[in-house]
């Protein structure tokens, strides 16, 4: 990793999260990054959880357990107590890969013009095996708005407080599934998404998990999303193809083994 290591800032969210979250927290603790900021936001698990976050609470930048809203609630309650330069989410079902906050430090801190990332989507079964890892792909807003927008996978995708902020600051609570599908929304409003090869963070499959059971809801959500933003642009006036508002898509960045290092947009073909 070159350079100072920027501080990262995740929140796990949990509710009654008691068989993932101990696995959740051990992915991000155990990383060995120097300057990581953690806070988990617990929403009155009844089921053992709270004893486990306790458990680690001493490595933890701040931590709750009280009712809230729901998830969208629990991520602002997080990121307000935060104070990182990169930011992002981590469920309290899902994993950080090993060495993936080394990865975000790697290239956040050799590319000032990344604003956001995503990388490689990863799946992990219920017991934790990887079972999915698929290739980058590239993402542009002009994509999102006329349907290629499935799907920026969220555990895999970390930003900079900058862009937090010029997007509002905030996780939309009107959303029950979507809410990161509408937060990628606005973020494309200011800046590029990057992506990248590396592995992450990773999507755990389990019995009775939201994602699962409510599909139709999120993709309402998002095509809601999609058809709110195209109705503002119509009502404001669509800027012009010259205008900077639909930049193509970054190239890829990718691993270069000879220089032990990422190479960017502008010589990722080397």
Not at 5 to 18: D, E, H, K, Q
Request: hydrophobic share 40%; glycine share 10%; proline share 6%.
């Amino acid at each position: 990793m070159s350079g100072n290591a920027p501080r990262i800032s995740i929140v796990t969210p949990c509710l009654n999260g008691a068989d993932y979250i101990e696995a959740a927290m051990d992915s991000v603790l155990s990383q060995g990054y120097p300057n990581l900021e953690y806070v988990v936001v617990d929403g009155g698990s009844t089921d053992g959880s709270v004893d486990i976050i306790r458990k680690h609470s001493s490595r933890l930048a701040w931590w709750v357990s009280e009712s809230d809203r729901g998830h969208s609630q629990a991520l602002n309650k997080g990121f307000a107590r935060t104070t990182g330069e990169i930011m992002g989410w981590l469920n309290h079902d899902d994993v950080l890969l090993p060495g993936a906050l080394r990865l975000l430090a790697e290239v956040f801190g050799s590319f000032p013009e990344i604003d956001w990332l995503t990388a490689q989507p990863g799946q992990v079964d219920p017991e934790g095996a990887m079972v999915g890892a698929y290739p980058p792909r590239l993402w542009s807003r002009l994509g999102f708005l006329t349907g290629d927008y499935c799907w920026i996978q969220q555990e895999s995708t970390y930003w900079r407080r900058g862009l937090w902020d010029r997007a509002g600051g905030y996780v939309s609570e009107d959303y029950a599934m979507a809410a990161d599908f509408e937060l990628w929304m606005r973020f494309f409003r200011h800046a590029r998404l990057q992506s990248t090869y590396g592995l992450v963070g990773a999507f755990r499959f389990r019995e009775g998990q939201r994602t699962r059971t409510s599909m139709e809801v999120y993709e309402r959500e998002a095509r809601a999303v999609v058809d709110k933003e195209l109705r503002a642009l119509m009502e404001t006036g669509v800027p012009p193809a010259n205008s900077g508002a639909w930049p193509p898509p970054p190239r890829l960045l990718k691993y270069n083994w000879q220089n032990l290092r990422f190479s960017g947009p502008a010589d990722d073909e080397a």
